[in-house]
């Protein structure tokens, strides 16, 4: 089959570039990443600086609060925002946990509810302080609602992490917070007293990983990844974390590997498939690519306009027009403000001017 390389090139960089800024919605928050050129992607760890909300009024530096639910649910939730007793907003995480709620007062307590993928909802007191994030520790919130019938999907709940003795707990989210504040080296040292007390602690590997990767230290993140998976293997948030961090790597075939494990146990996971559908387009596997593009895109509900780009390569090098166009343009509805949308928007209109030529 020829690839008209000339006439992609350009996008499948993109693509590509997006696959190594885009978070693996595992995360936790991260130092400064380089802007995505393919449009609003979170930041390849969480550990830093806070999203921006486009539009979020500037009135005032205490107003505005944010904050992280850990561990990652790996699917956007609802969270709800409420004082004395009365919900006074409610947001939904990002791809790494985080959530905003841009009109409420710092400097506060409140009572934050989380509703899980099962249906449970959860509860915990939280401060938020200043313009630091909160973390919303799952396994010492409280249960306020039950849904005996569903179930939690396989892997999103780690028993191992839920088995964590209180102390442990305690230095875990110290290091949490002061991770936050990108104060990695006093993080490091409380998430490995948290080991040291609790040698079988995936969510604090998984969160030391996630600091290493926040420092641009992709070897020592895919340690503490392992790590995480070796403590808990059916726990699949870091199988995904350390796939991501194995395609930052060019190691393709061991994400791929990874990618396998993940969703074996969360057939519904997106980003596994997103990843491969990336990887497979560096090796020139197009059917194998859209395959796994059309199988994220599924699952996606949306969250992950560059699976729309990495469609829309896929047909523009089979000289698909129509089918190129099509994710080109959906690409550009779902992501309007990406860096990268100009250069998109030419190649749409340069394609639609071939195909009105008589």
Do not use: C
């Not at 449009?39 to 530096?61: E, F, K, M, N």
């Not at 639910?69 to 609802?78: F, I, K, S, Y």
């Not at 230095?171 to 990108?182: C, G, R």
């Not at 969160?207 to 993140?221: C, F, I, L, P, T």
Request: no cysteine.
């Amino acid at each position: 089959m020829h690839i008209n390389v000339r006439a992609s090139v350009a996008i499948f960089s993109a693509v590509f570039l997006a696959a190594l800024t885009l978070s693996a919605q595992t995360g936790s928050t991260t130092a400064p990443a380089k802007p995505s050129p393919s449009g609003p992607a979170a930041s390849p760890s969480s550990y830093g600086t806070q999203p921006t909300i486009l539009g979020a009024p500037s009135t005032g530096a205490n107003v505005g609060i944010s904050g992280r639910v850990v561990p990652n649910q790996l699917t956007r939730v609802a969270v709800e925002l409420y004082q004395d007793g009365i919900r006074l907003d409610t947001t939904y995480t990002g791809s790494d946990g985080s959530f905003r709620f841009p009109r409420q007062m710092s400097d506060r307590r409140y009572d934050v509810h989380v509703i899980m993928p099962d249906g449970q909802e959860v509860s915990q007191m939280v401060d938020f302080m200043g313009q630091y994030p909160a973390t919303v520790q799952l396994s010492l919130a409280k249960v306020v609602k039950s849904d005996s019938d569903a179930k939690p999907a396989s892997g999103t709940v780690s028993v191992a992490n839920l088995s964590a003795p209180k102390k442990a707990q305690q230095e875990f989210e110290k290091a949490v917070e002061l991770a936050e504040k990108k104060k990695f080296d006093d993080a490091m040292t409380h998430f490995h007293k948290a080991t040291d007390i609790y040698a079988k602690y995936p969510a604090a590997y998984n969160e030391m990983g996630q600091v290493e990767r926040a420092q641009n230290h992709a070897k020592e993140a895919a340690v503490e990844f392992q790590k995480a998976i070796d403590a808990d293997p059916k726990w699949v948030v870091p199988y995904v974390n350390l796939a991501q961090v194995q395609l930052t790597s060019h190691e393709i075939e061991p994400m791929m590997k990874t990618n396998e494990k993940a969703l074996a146990l969360d057939p519904t996971l997106a980003m596994p498939n997103y990843f491969n559908a990336v990887g497979y387009l560096t090796m020139g596997r197009l059917e194998d690519a859209e395959k796994s593009a059309l199988a994220a895109e599924r699952t996606d509900q949306g969250r992950t306009p560059q699976i729309q780009l990495v469609l829309a390569h896929v047909y523009d090098a089979r000289h698909d027009v129509a089918g190129a166009l099509a994710h080109y343009k959906r690409f550009l509805k779902e992501s309007p403000h990406a860096a990268n949308a100009p250069q998109i928007s030419a190649r749409v209109a340069e394609m639609e001017k071939a195909e009105a030529k008589p």
